[in-house]
């Protein structure tokens, strides 16, 4: 367990014009459909290639004749938050990889420890993560929905390989002192395997999103820092992580550096 601020040690992208996060969107207490979530995805995404990565997904370049070249892991993204891991939670191990969220990769900031014994399998997924990444919300996409699409891909990802089934909620405000930001949490439900294995996974999982508003480019389009929490919440072979550690890991997260 360690008290001190965790984060990652890549440069952020130089600012934009300051961000003006707006009002909470219409309806936005409803429950984000898959469907709409997995539309939102596309789109944060394809913001996300273009705003940070410079290079959008349907661009061209001329390349010299010959072989392809093996395509690079992807690499997480610069820091967006750092946070103070809540007890029973560790750093991360040192090259730990990032974790993949509709292609996004987060830079993990901090963990719970997995569940090892028994005939379950050796390097099992932690029983709780919290990643971080800045992600470009296009214009027309809220920030609110940018959040719930968002916390469901990551229970999908966190949790995938257990057949993740995800739920999420409405969005509301961040937890903690009142700073601006968006605060979603998600359910998740698994079949409880892992690498195969019955019973080495938790069968349910919490899930908590912070999205925080950073910049706003010209085109209309938002930088947001996110923050994405997953733990198990019950149902597993090792100890339920309480859930007030999602809501605590937010509450802590503050601007690296």
Avoid at 28 to 46: D, K, T, Y
């Amino acid at each position: 367990m360690t008290s001190g601020r965790t984060t990652t040690t890549t440069d952020r992208p130089a600012p934009a014009t300051p961000s003006r996060p707006g009002d909470p969107s219409p309806g936005s207490g409803r429950r984000l459909r898959p469907a709409l979530a997995a539309a939102v995805a596309v789109l944060v995404v394809a913001g996300a290639v273009a705003g940070l990565g410079g290079i959008r997904p349907d661009s061209t370049t001329s390349t010299p004749a010959g072989p392809a070249a093996p395509a690079p892991a992807p690499a997480a993204e610069p820091a967006a938050f750092a946070v103070t891991p809540p007890p029973g939670w560790t750093a991360p191990t040192a090259g730990a990889p990032a974790l993949d969220v509709f292609g996004v990769p987060f830079a993990r900031l901090a963990e719970a420890p997995p569940f090892a014994a028994g005939d379950c399998p050796v390097g099992a997924a932690p029983r709780g993560v919290a990643a971080a990444a800045l992600v470009a919300v296009p214009a027309g996409t809220t920030v609110e929905q940018a959040a719930q699409a968002f916390a469901r891909g990551a229970g999908e990802s966190a949790y995938a390989g257990s057949a993740p089934q995800v739920a999420v909620g409405p969005p509301g405000p961040r937890p903690g002192s009142g700073e601006p930001g968006t605060w979603v949490e998600a359910t998740v439900r698994t079949d409880g395997t892992a690498s195969g294995a019955g019973g080495c996974r938790a069968t349910d999982g919490a899930v908590g999103v912070l999205a925080v508003p950073r910049t706003q480019a010209r085109d209309g389009s938002v930088g947001v820092a996110m923050l994405v929490v997953a733990a198990d919440a019950g149902g597993g072979p090792g100890d339920a992580v309480p859930r007030s550690a999602l809501t605590d890991l937010a509450a802590s997260a503050v601007r690296p550096g």
